[in-house]
């Protein structure tokens, strides 16, 4: 059983221990992770806020997710599923939404509100059984699960491999710019283990804004 990732003064328990072990592992990462000091990977609080603002910002620039989202918590300021849901698709659209994003709010609203996902027991499941769940949610494939792991519930040993931008970190950092296949990034990734999240966001770290992940926003 997953056990609840808790943490001191806001960084993830394991934070240190993992990178300790990353760098005395991994070459680059002995480089890497020094240079960005006491940075660490900072949680987001409420589940449905995180899952709704992920599907906002697919296949958009950070900057137009940033603008949808402050117009929908005009409209929605508590971003509940209840509000949501009262919204409607109209006035979601109204806030730059594509009808289908609209519609892929709207059933993440309602999947929380009439409780078909269990998100009071994620922090105990396993991260698999966690991404199964939220995947059978319109607009929620396996990257948007991932991220939500990596960013809600903290999880140590996510490594999103359909993510840009971990591709990218991994092929400037350790291929010289080379494309990298899955194959690649897995072989590279092995040794990170168990703290393949920590391993990712150090290379994320190391890209330039615009193609860090826009689950970052």
């Known amino acids: 059983m997953a056990i ?7 960084v993830p328990i394991y934070w240190e221990q993992a990178k300790q072990e990353l760098m005395k592992r991994d070459r680059i990462m002995r480089k890497l992770i020094p240079q960005f000091g006491d940075l660490h990977l900072t ?6 806020t995180t899952l709704a603002r992920s599907i906002i910002g ?19 300021p508590k971003c509940t599923p209840a509000q949501i849901l009262k919204a409607g698709s109209e006035n979601l659209g109204l806030c730059g939404l594509s009808k289908r994003k609209a519609e892929y709010i709207l059933d993440l609203a309602d999947h929380f509100k009439e409780k078909r996902v269990h998100a009071a027991q994620w922090n105990e499941m396993e991260d698999e059984d966690v991404i199964a769940e939220l995947i059978n949610i319109r ?3 396996r990257w948007t699960a991932e991220m939500f792991l990596i960013f809600n519930l903290l999880r140590p040993n ?3 491999l359909d993510d840009p931008g971990l591709l990218k970190g991994i092929s400037v950092n350790y291929f010289s710019g080379e494309p ?3 194959s690649d990034a897995r072989e590279v990734s092995a040794n990170w283990e168990p703290w393949r999240t920590v391993a990712t966001w150090y290379l994320w770290r190391s890209l330039d804004a615009e193609v860090v992940t826009a689950a970052q926003q």
């Open 43 to 48: 949680g987001r609080g409420d589940a449905f």
């Open 180 to 182: 990298v296949s899955r």
């Open 158 to 160: 996510i490594l999103p």
């Open 4 to 10: 609840m990732i808790t943490t001191e003064a806001g």
């Open 58 to 76: 697919q296949q958009i620039s950070v900057t137009s997710a940033q603008a949808s989202w402050h117009r929908l918590l005009q409209i929605c």
């Open 139 to 141: 607009g929620i494939g």
